[in-house]
């Protein structure tokens, strides 16, 4: 089992920055590839961005793709999500996943969830 707890979400305004944290926790974190997801309300939950189990090549969705870079510190059994130039539909429930093989944009790919954290972007 891995266990993920997201934090460093909150409200900020357009424009505005934040970066989010998923401390995991269980089996060994760098045996596993790490992905961020969002779901904003009445929409589908979607991939946002994804980091490699060990050489951490990064994937991101065209939507944020320039504005946010993911990274992850094994050391620390830490992944981040650092978040520039928000937008109102940034605004969104953020969750990170761990998976140990399939496709990084799949939701099904992943084996563990956090609970999630709220970003909110006002204009």
């Known amino acids: 089992q891995v266990q993920l707890a997201e934090s460093g979400g909150g409200l900020v305004q357009a424009g505005g920055s934040l970066r989010l944290s998923c401390a995991a926790s269980?089996?060994?974190?760098?045996?596993?590839?790490m992905g961020w997801f969002r779901q904003a309300p009445g929409k589908e939950r979607e991939f946002v961005a994804g980091?490699?189990?060990?050489?951490?090549?990064?994937y991101y969705a065209d939507s944020v793709k320039g504005r946010c870079t993911i990274s992850r510190d094994n050391a620390k059994n830490t992944v981040y999500l650092q978040m520039n130039s928000l937008k109102p539909e940034d605004t969104a429930v953020y969750y990170c996943?761990?998976?140990?093989?399939?496709?990084?944009?799949?939701?099904?790919?992943?084996?563990?969830w956090g609970q999630g954290t709220q970003v909110t972007v006002s204009s």
């Open positions: 996943a761990a998976r140990s093989g399939g496709d990084y944009v799949k939701i099904a790919s992943y084996n563990y």
């Open positions: 269980g089996r060994t974190f760098s045996n596993y590839a």
């Open positions: 980091i490699s189990w060990r050489v951490s090549v990064t």
